[in-house]
């Protein structure tokens, strides 16, 4: 459950927001902060790329999706409750605090929140799907139908140079 949340809470994730240094042609790169985040961040990666190949394949990312959702809904009624959320939030807070993260109580209700589309307290299957899909079409930007290395750092890049 902690590792492939990755695609939905880190996909939409939890690390402090921090400055990116430029090199002397402007182009943009990380610190050495952000390249251990990144780094920390490689496992979930590695378990979600089931062929190995260093690419996220759209399917892939669907598999890991759907058995992050499976892990979330507790009680097997194909809704991620408030009281399965709480939980969720519990483990994600956890995992950070060994990451030296810190995210608040309130950022992380936001950001599920966001997932939760219709707005009506629970997460269905679809609205985690949809925002999942949603967050890898945007990271996709050669739009191939997979996410490389290139992409996902940038999207890593991108996610946590704004603020919190």
């Known amino acids: 459950m902690r590792r492939l949340l990755f ?5 939409s994730s939890a690390v402090p927001s921090f400055s990116f240094a430029k090199d002397n042609g402007g ?6 902060t952000q390249e251990r985040k990144y780094e920390q ?7 979600i790329d089931l062929n190995k190949d260093g690419i996220l394949q759209q399917k892939e990312v669907k598999a890991g999706i759907q058995s992050k959702f499976d892990e979330m809904d507790l009680d097997k009624d194909s809704l991620i409750s408030k009281k399965e959320r709480k939980k969720a939030i519990a ?6 605090r060994k990451s030296d993260t810190q995210l608040s109580d309130q950022r992380l209700n936001d950001r599920m929140n966001n997932i939760d589309a219709n707005k009506d307290g629970v997460i269905s299957v679809g609205e985690y ?3 999942s899909g949603d967050r890898f079409q945007k990271m996709d930007k050669d739009k191939d139908g997979a996410i490389n290395k290139k992409e996902f750092r940038t999207d890593f890049e991108h996610i946590h140079s704004r603020p919190h």
């Open 7 to 11: 695609l939905t809470v880190l996909i």
């Open 27 to 32: 182009e943009r790169h990380m610190t050495k």
């Open 41 to 47: 961040r490689k496992p979930d990666i590695e378990r």
């Open 91 to 96: 483990v994600i807070k956890k995992k950070n």
């Open 129 to 131: 799907s949809s925002h």
